[in-house]
């Protein structure tokens, strides 16, 4: 069948045989006031080659930066063989396919990028993806809440996490009678307060543990882990699934002979292999102990074998989707994102074990190198005491958005307020030094902060302006 | 199609049974596991929940469908059987024998109220149509 919408004469065949005079006559009963009189505030049709010159002039003002930016999306380096294999006519959708078992091509991708992050995170099953990380993380806060048998609806979320992931999973769960309870984090280590926890301790169903946190710091998990199971929660991971190429997978956390480590870990997967795109699509992830698997959202691919006892990939566990089970489905808004998880999936395979854990270790020694760099200027110290993983808060002695406006304009992005979501931290910045940065990168930005700060603070700029521009 | 005449039995395909000690056990009946199909996970109660009649307590899952099980009385429930978490088939081998949870009832005149294997055949007679 061409696709081709229906031309003049097939709506007027279609009008006349049920009786219609016209298309408006057709949709009288919706009442008048219901019916919007067309969209405003699109402008008239432009040719290709204007759309393109349009286009090109508002890509090129995002700019050319040296971005120290990170607070939940990193710039990462992407093998080109990456987009390239993407691109293929093969993969190239955005969901899982409808007649799934058809495509085997796609179900046996989704298959090994499940055993990928199971692998990765140390749990036993995941997903096929979510939407993105913050909403992974609402399904996991929705999970830990119907696998627990006593109707405990609590959760303990510490402050660490995300913001917009905070705000998110709020946003989701309100309206389902779920409390999440903040939890408040040590002023000088920047990581959650295990003695602000035994004052929240009292029923709750899961306690989300952030690894690495916002703040770029290290949380004690093993400690947090066996916290919460020894209070009957569960303890669920918010992780950036590329530090976990360098630390202890959740589904190793705690440290007793008995522990089972994390149960859910959840996080978003942009740093492995999908670019900025000034924020999204990224994908989320989600895996758990198999004893949790029948609470899972989303669709989840298995290997089986044919009639023949030929190996083949299905659709498996479907009684917890919506198609099944309707309004008792895991999850009725659980997009997934299976273009970016092919990404996901080529990137992990061309970079190996061994390739993922040298980005790690090369964007953690760039963050330790470029944050040495910027304590030793007068006016800047570290924040918080904690290992970090690539990701830092620094101090600076003038306000933060004349430092973060003066240094873009020398062509760097600074790193992130910390003002907007904790007021207690306005003189703050979160800084991430990645992979994709040279010695000199950082040098220019020690120069640049230096100079920046000698200038407010009326000392001689010994650093002329100029080096990105 | 089996429906036992020493059983009780709800319009959602439950059949209840009086044991010896006063507790009832619960299962689904033959017609149901038919219509499911293969079974291939129970989901049941905790004992110590206290369920109210017709409350939702259990999810039976099979390779076509998940499926709430209802309680056919009110009452606290004393046992489950774990057996099937390990063997949910048995459902499907002898759905009489396979009980699911046992209830303590609350009010064990309850059990008059629900359907004898006469009704209850008439009512699957009447659901086919």
Redesign the interface.
Known sequence: MPFIPHTEADIATMLDSIGASSLDALFDEIPADLNCAGLGGIPPSLTEMAVTRLAHGRAAQDGFYSSFLGAGAYEHHIPAAVWQIVSRGEFYTAYTPYQAEASQGTLQLLYEYQTMMASLTGLDVSNASLYDGATALAEAVLMAVRANKAGVRRVLLPDTVHPRYRAVAQAMVKNQGIELVGVPFDKASGITDLAALEVLAGEAAALVIPQSNFFGALERVDALTDWAHAHAMLAVAVANPLALALLKPPGLWGEGTQTRGADICVGDGQPLGVPLSSGGPYFGFMTARQALVRQMPGRMVGRTVDLDGKPGFVLTLQAREQHIRRAKATSNICSNQGLLVTAATIHMALLGPEGLKNVALSSHANTRALIDKLVSLLGVERVFSSPFFHEAVIRVNIPVPDVLRALRAQGILGGYALGRDYPELGDCILVCATETKTEDDLEQYRQQLERILSRRNGRDPSVPPCAYK | MSIPADLKYTKTHEWARLEADGHVSVGITHHAQELLGDM??V?NP?VGRKLAAGEECAVV??VK??S?VYAPIAGEVTAANGGLESAPESINQDPYAAWMFKLKPSNSVELDGLMNATSYAAHVESEAH
Do not use: P
């Open positions: 291939v996970f989901e905790t899952e099979s469908a998940a709430d």
